[in-house]
């Protein structure tokens, strides 16, 4: 029987080291998986930030090292010193001065070279459609041939 005991023995041992092969596999497979994912993940964000050209002027690196070229930066200025500057007038105000500037009427653009060059004042489009729409709601300004004009009332009344 020692012929069948070193069979059933040398059975058990390779049943054995094939269950250590089958969950090492097992983990193998799993690190694989993970692996893969990983993989995917940061082909996604390296393509895209590689193939996007940067929104600034200069690269993170050279904004750190101080330049030698001798130009000095403009000091930033805070919300009161811009508010001081010249600006004593709110964008609705000063909107509606210009508009009443123009005695034939103005476009909106008109209206903002007015305002650029009387008050030093750069609007955006879409700010200055916005006040002179409050304008026009309120009855100060009416907008004939695309042309705002001060209405009849409001220039009658002796406006703000």
Do not use: C
């Amino acid at each position: 029987m020692s012929t069948f005991d070193d069979i059933s023995q040398e059975r058990q041992r390779i049943a054995d080291r094939l269950g250590k092969l089958d969950a090492e596999r097992a983990r193998l497979a799993e690190q694989l998986t993970e692996l893969e994912t990983t993989e995917r993940v940061l082909s996604r964000f390296s393509k895209s930030a590689s193939d996007m050209p940067r929104r600034r002027g200069r690269p993170r690196s050279d904004a750190s090292v101080p330049s030698g070229n001798g130009r000095k930066s403009r000091p930033r200025r805070n919300a009161q010193a811009v508010a001081a500057k010249g600006r004593e007038l709110s964008l609705a105000d000063a909107t509606l001065r210009a508009v009443q500037a123009h005695t034939d009427g103005a476009s909106a653009e008109e209206v903002r070279n007015y305002l650029a060059r009387e008050f030093e004042m750069q609007v955006r489009p879409n700010h200055l459609g916005m006040a002179l729409q409050r304008h026009r709601r309120a009855g100060r300004l009416d907008n004939r041939d695309s042309r705002w004009r001060v209405s009849a009332d409001a220039g009658s009344a002796g406006g703000a």
